[in-house]
């Protein structure tokens, strides 16, 4: 086939499918679960939902800016491990389509965004259109920016341009036809770009309309938490119903008792959020702890107990398919078990355990170090896949240095597939309800994930 029959097949085949998947695909707003009237900002009597919080309503644009900065998590994905803050070079594969790596948006006039105006710079967060008209991909999350109103984006911008310029050039993209086409994502925004600003619902209290636009407009959780559906939109019928992210689960954190957080005390899910650790609940690792580092951390009492009001009240969902981690069963975690052999049959999972690991965990998984390090009662343990317990394993916990405290290192290059197999299927024995039974080959296939 030649590339513009390629082309033609693939728009005609999008085309197709939105029309006949409208209803079903359509994103809408992400608030619409709720009842209640969601209003224009413009329209709206109550306390105003954006912005920051009270303490900073006097202080500077930088200042407002770095607070909003933090709260949209844009150091995340624009800063590579130990490089320079905003610099880019992150890289993104995406299935299918290929590598795309952040930009550089350091004030650099040359290789940053120096030289972008203010009209171009709120553009590219509410439309997904770059400098130039460029149409960017949704790996940069502007379907929920696309929320954020001006103000709060001028004041990000700010900060931004307060930074130290870094000339620096990402390595460019390897994207493969069609998807290097990128006019074609106008069909994808007409489907999954909320086409207004944040709507505050005048039906529901400040605490509730202020976490809505934490959550949604600036810190994105659905974009790891919420699964996609096969044109990579959020499926708004499972909203923070668990999905993989990075060879990771971003477990269900809707109000579910069993699959969610329901049974979460608020003193535990703000702490887990402010902290990245719950007391009886689970520290945060991976993907999970770079937001808390990046981001949570640097919130507001308020901003942190508003965001767990408004995750208290989208509906329950259960989990599918493996995505179906049930929380511990509920009460105090559950004593370890007993075990001397693994599932494999042997007890090399209890040597390496007693080798390298109880120095932190402590053999009742009670946590030797800190409490961060506690594994008896967390969901990772209870998972019968282990999966996110590999991950740990393989890549280590990089951030939690700026939380002063022991941080995870990794054992991919030391152990083998075996070793790492068999301690994870220790780990989940002895700690968790269903022991994984996870093969050196799975262990081998997510070292490439
Ligand atoms: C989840 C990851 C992620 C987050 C969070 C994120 N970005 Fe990005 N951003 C990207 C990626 C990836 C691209 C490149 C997209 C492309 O090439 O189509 C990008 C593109 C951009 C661009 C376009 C630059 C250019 O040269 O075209 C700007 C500006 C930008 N982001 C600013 C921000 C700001 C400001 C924030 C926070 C409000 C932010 N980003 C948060 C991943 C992210
Ligand atoms: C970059 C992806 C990503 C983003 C963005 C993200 N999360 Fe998570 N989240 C994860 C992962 C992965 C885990 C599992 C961490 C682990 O195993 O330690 C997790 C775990 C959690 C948990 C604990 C669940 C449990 O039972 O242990 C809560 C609560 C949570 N996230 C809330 C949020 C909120 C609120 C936001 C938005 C401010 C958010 N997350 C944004 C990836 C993400
Ligand atoms: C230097 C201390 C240290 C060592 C050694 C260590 N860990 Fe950890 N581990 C931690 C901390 C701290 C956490 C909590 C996450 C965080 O704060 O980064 C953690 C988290 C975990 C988790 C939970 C991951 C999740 O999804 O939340 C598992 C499983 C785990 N460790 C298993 C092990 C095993 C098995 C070993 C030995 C091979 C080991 N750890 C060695 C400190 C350590």
Redesign the pocket.
Known sequence: MTRVAKLVGLVVVLVAMAAVAWPLLRSGDPTAFASGKRVDLADFKGANPTGVPPSLAHADLVARGEYLARAA?CA?CHTVLGGEPFAGGLAFKLPMIGTIYSPNITPDKDTGIGAWSDDEFVRMLHEGIGKGGKHLYPAFPYPAYALMTRDDALAIKAYLFSLKPIEYTPPPNDVAFPFNQRYLMTFWNVLFKPGHRFQPNADQPAEWNRGAYL?EAL???G???TPRNILFGLKPGQKFAGAL?QG????N?TPDPKWG?GEWSDAQ?QG??AHGHADG????????A??VDNS?RFLSEDDVGA?AAY?RSVPSRAARGELAVA?PPAGQPQPPKEVRADSSGGTLGLRIFEGACIGCHSLDGSGAVSKYATLLG???VNDPAGT?ATQALLQGTHVHTTLGKEFMPGFGNGYSDAEIASVVNFVTRRFGTTASALTPKEVSKRRQD
């Open positions: 998590d995340a959550v810190g994105h959780c974009d790891c938490h992210i990771w689960k971003a477990y954190i957080i899910l887990y959020l609940r689970s520290s945060a690792s991976g993907p999970m770079e937001v949570l965001m995750l929380q967390t969901r990772s996110n």
